[in-house]
């Protein structure tokens, strides 16, 4: 099982990150890649369960269920359903926890998943590095900070 671990220091407080992050929705609003996004069958973006099905701007379609959200916790847990990265039984958990030194926020995104041996390497890098570390650097951007 491969295993992908990212984390950032957000210039914002863990309220103001959360409100941005917590809309299962809502990655247009705060990440680089994702061009639409919809929950299917109407479902609350918050409810347990729903699907999110989003095109990204290069044109590939991503379906994910969300597992868990916690407002105590500030985190979310989903799984890939459907995804052109050749990943299986993907889980993912995105939290924030806040940093009382300047009222800033740690933000960790993590993923465990399998895939063909031979793209492991390739597929934590792109992950890593192009989904979760660009969507922070985005995430601190549309913080106005």
Not at 15 to 30: P, Q, S, Y
Not at 74 to 83: A, D, G, R
Not at 115 to 122: F, G, L, M
């Amino acid at each position: 099982m491969a295993k992908v671990y990212i984390s950032s220091i957000l210039d914002a407080p863990v309220a103001e990150a959360w409100a941005r992050i917590r809309d299962f929705n809502g990655l247009a609003g705060w990440t680089p890649f994702v061009a639409e996004s919809r929950i299917e069958q109407n479902q609350p973006a918050d409810k347990v369960g729903c699907i999110r099905n989003f095109t990204l701007k290069d044109g590939g379609r991503i379906r994910e269920r969300l597992l868990a959200l916690s407002d105590f916790d500030f985190s979310m847990t989903y799984s890939i359903l459907e995804s052109p990265m050749g990943v299986e039984n993907y889980v993912a958990t995105l939290k924030l926890i806040p940093v009382t030194d300047g009222n800033r926020t740690f933000a960790e995104w993590s993923a465990e998943f399998d895939c063909a041996a031979n793209r492991t390497a390739e597929l934590v890098q792109h992950i890593g590095q192009n989904v979760f570390q660009s969507a922070f650097r985005s995430l601190q951007g549309k913080l106005g900070r």
